[in-house]
């Protein structure tokens, strides 16, 4: 008896899900998108991302003019051409109960804009995450330039730890750069890096000399030393006769007085 209790109940569960799961179905049936929700979500009001763009290709997509079976929307392809954005990070689209098509995308957040000898730019996020430019996007992050050898993609985006920048300069001026913003002296203070085919550069905030980093060793004390020096010669009128300091020697920093006239 507990046994034919049991398979009744079951079957009667079963009933029931497929008897809701068809009335929902028929419900959808025949009826249009009501709508399209996109967020957008950047840490800035400006970014890379055209909301508006995004918008109406999405809703050429689901063609909802012509398109009045809500069970024809083409959510995969929205889905796909989502994928697709390079400044995208996150996204996901979704129909809701309500017939409404939710749309979420998150945005890049780069901390640096790279330059190659060419002229041509990426952007790149703290991750080591690399961004095409876009033209009209402008934003206060940290500049790496000079003689620097390395492919630009257009259209995608990649990563400094892929085959893309393999055995090219992109990464090393990343984890410089990456350096000068995780000490706080310099995050404040570094405006520029400049690699000049043998020694980084950087071009200050409060200072008006050539500071040299040198190579790519040891950086994080290179930077440390840099920290150390300025704070200690704050205000000192002898700083002004400096035209260069040079970070790159061990235990030591090598001052270049201005030449004078005689």
């Known amino acids: 008896m507990n046994k034919f209790l049991k398979i009744s109940v079951w079957t009667l569960t079963i009933i029931a899900i497929a008897a809701l799961w068809y009335f929902t179905h028929r419900d959808y049936v025949g009826h249009p998108l009501k709508g399209v929700e996109l967020t957008l979500d950047r840490a800035d009001e400006n970014g890379f991302i055209d909301k508006d763009a995004v918008y109406q290709d999405i809703m050429n997509i689901c063609d909802t003019v012509n398109n009045k079976d809500i069970t024809k929307i083409p959510v995969d392809s929205v889905r796909s051409y989502l994928k697709l954005i390079p400044w995208a990070v996150y996204t996901d689209a979704n129909i809701t109960f309500n017939e409404i098509l939710v749309v979420n995308i998150v945005e890049c957040q780069p901390v640096m804009r790279v330059y190659n000898k060419n002229g041509q730019s990426v952007f790149l996020d703290y991750d080591g995450n690399v961004y095409p430019a876009k033209p009209g996007y402008t934003a206060h992050l ?14 995608k985006s990649a990563s400094v730890y892929g085959a893309e920048y393999k055995n090219n300069d992109l990464p090393k001026i990343y984890q410089v750069m990456k350096s000068v913003l995780n000490n706080s002296y310099s995050k404040c203070c570094v405006k520029q890096v400049y690699y000049d085919g043998k020694d980084y550069e950087m071009v200050m905030n409060n200072v008006d000399m050539k500071v040299i980093l040198g190579d790519d060793s040891n950086v994080d004390e290179k930077l440390m030393n840099m920290q150390y020096f300025f704070e200690k010669m704050q205000g000192s009128p002898e700083l002004k006769g400096y ?20």
């Open 142 to 155: 940290l500049i790496g330039s000079g003689m620097l050898n390395f492919r630009v993609l257009n259209d």
């Open 243 to 262: 035209s260069a300091i040079n970070f790159n020697f061990e235990n030591q920093v090598v001052c270049t007085r201005n030449k004078t006239k005689k």
